[in-house]
């Protein structure tokens, strides 16, 4: 089992909590799932490269309206918490099929997207008779 952090300096809480696996059937890595070096860094660090389960649970939380959050810190949350998964996916899957199969991934993702921001959205804006 590999446990990754993006600093390793905030280690010591999960070192404790790992007790006698660590080091024998777990260890800790660095990789930020912002950074596509750091993700193909990580991913050639496995001992034999295969990875069985990924658990994309990396994420940047944020409380706020949307009317004072900026794109940029926006653009910030979507790069860990959608980005960064969609690159640990990517990192490893196998290469695509034949030709010949319609892929639709990215364009249902970003409506997805949207419904959810709309429905979050429309919840809060209930609060103004909006």
């Known amino acids: 089992v590999i446990a990754t952090m993006r600093d ?3 280690k010591e809480k999960l070192e404790e909590a790992a007790g006698s696996a660590l080091g024998r059937t777990l260890s800790i890595q ?3 799932v912002c950074s596509d070096s750091s993700v193909a860094e990580c991913m050639e ?3 034999g490269g295969q990875v069985d389960v990924l658990v994309n649970n990396a994420g940047v939380g944020h409380v ?3 009317e004072s959050t900026s794109l940029e810190e926006m653009k910030k949350i979507f790069e860990t918490n959608f980005f960064g998964a969609v690159r ?3 990192a490893l899957l196998p290469p695509p099929p034949t030709p010949g199969i319609v892929f639709n991934d990215v364009y249902s993702a970003s409506k997805f997207a949207v419904e959810g921001f709309c429905e979050s ?3 809060q804006l209930l609060n103004f008779n909006i």
Do not use: Y
């Open 8 to 10: 390793l300096r905030k």
């Open 30 to 32: 660095r990789l930020d």
């Open 64 to 66: 706020g309206p949307v």
């Open 88 to 90: 640990m996916i990517k």
């Open 121 to 123: 959205l429309a919840v």
């Open 45 to 47: 660090s496995i001992p």
